[in-house]
């Protein structure tokens, strides 16, 4: 046989005596001696593969409410002074509203709640208390056109209503409404006074605008008549109207236009 041949036979039986033995003497009968020394080595800790980085939940937090509205609390309205010592503060607060230096001219500054309630009451009748106006009549005096058997009310006359008719445009009616409804209680007793105990003075306003709103207004020239010292109108209706209704008619169609724009926006103001 070859020398390598015999090398293999030789581990061969070798290896089968190992077993032989291994085989005739059980695992208790061998000593520490014996056996052979195997040192094994811990396991090597192996890391785990970086991962992606831990989810960290928030902690949870309360929600934080929003500081709260702080609203200035409305100063309660000054007291209304007494009916009869009103005068100062309803001139001022006219003054307020509307033109200050036409207050100051043609407002009858003395009584001045109860003069505005009697007017206001009498305009939807035929005569108008003249000496308990507040306001002062009209600069100038009633000019007439045409011959004496037929005088007609002259266009000049409406431009003497021109100034007050301005102020009227330009006045706001909610500031009105607003005073109107600041100083009511102190109107509400001087229509008591008057001799309405039960009534309402407001409902009366009411019916008085909605008086003047239905004045007529004549496209052509208005006829007149004097029976006497004073004139009136020829046409029996519109002599037939309300005193306040006539004073519209004096004004002309176009200034009676603007007044009548102007007691919608306060009527308006009033009921809303």
């Not at 002599?239 to 009527?267: D, T």
């Amino acid at each position: 046989m070859g020398r390598r041949y015999l090398i293999i036979i030789g581990a061969l039986a070798l290896l089968v005596g190992v077993i032989v033995f291994f085989q005739k003497r059980g695992p208790e009968e061998l000593s520490r001696e014996e056996l052979p020394l195997v040192v094994e080595e811990p396991p090597a800790q192996l890391e785990p593969p970086p991962g992606p980085p831990p989810i960290v939940s928030p902690v949870p937090r309360e929600p934080v409410p929003p500081p709260p509205q702080v609203t200035e609390p409305e100063p309660p309205p000054e007291p209304l002074p007494a009916l009869d010592e009103s005068d100062p503060a309803l001139v001022e607060s006219l003054a307020g509203v509307t033109d200050q230096e036409w207050i100051s001219q043609s407002l009858v500054a003395q009584d001045v709640a109860r003069k505005i309630v009697v007017t206001v009451d009498n305009l939807p009748r035929q005569k108008v208390a003249q000496q308990l106006r507040p306001i002062r009549p009209v600069p100038g005096r009633f000019l007439v056109d045409g011959p004496e058997d037929a005088r007609v009310i002259s266009p000049d006359n409406y431009s003497r209503y021109s100034a007050f008719v301005k102020i009227v445009d330009a006045t706001d009616a909610k500031q009105i409404a607003a005073l109107y409804q600041r100083y009511y209680p102190l109107f509400q007793q001087a229509y008591r006074e008057l001799g309405y105990p039960t009534q309402s003075f407001n409902a009366r306003v009411i019916e008085v605008i909605d008086d003047l709103l239905a004045a007529p207004a004549p496209a052509g020239p208005i006829r007149l008549e004097r029976p006497h010292v004073l004139y009136t109108y020829a046409d029996e209706d519109l002599e037939a109207a309300s005193a306040g209704q006539k004073v519209l008619m004096r004004m002309g169609p176009s200034n009676a236009a603007v007044v009548k724009a102007k007691l919608r926006e306060i009527r308006a103001a009033i009921i809303e």
